[in-house]
């Protein structure tokens, strides 16, 4: 089983405004491997009754990365998403497979 390289946006620091506030911009960074699967129809209910959020797929995120993925535009398919809610993580020892992490993502407009 392998996942794909999906496109995440990072937001980073790039200068201050005259009054010294900072001031951000997106950089794109590839991350290869992970797996896009659709969600449930129960987890649909689930974050739109937790978040307000219609949840379109769920993410796995491989082991090793260290990439904030909470709160993030992410693009794959030709579309852009945006994740919400916090990233679940477990323990990679217990996990057999490559991606201990999942988080899940809503079309972005």
């Not at 001031?23 to 960074?29: A, K, Q, T």
């Not at 693009?75 to 998403?81: I, L, P, V």
């Not at 993580?89 to 217990?94: A, K, P, R, V």
Request: charged content about 25%; glycine content about 10%.
């Amino acid at each position: 089983m392998k996942g794909i390289t999906v496109t995440l946006w990072e937001t980073v620091q790039t200068g201050e405004d005259p009054f010294g506030s900072p001031l951000y911009s997106e950089v794109p960074v590839d991350v290869e491997n992970v797996l896009v699967a659709p969600v449930s129809g129960e987890d649909i209910t689930e974050q739109l009754q937790l978040y307000g959020k219609h949840a379109v797929y769920t993410l796995g995120i491989p082991k090793g990365d260290t990439h904030e993925w909470k709160d993030r535009k992410v693009s794959f398919f030709g579309q852009d998403f945006h994740s919400f809610g916090m990233p679940v993580e477990g323990i990679d020892e217990l996990i057999p497979l490559s991606w201990n992490k999942k988080v899940q993502v809503e079309r972005y407009e």
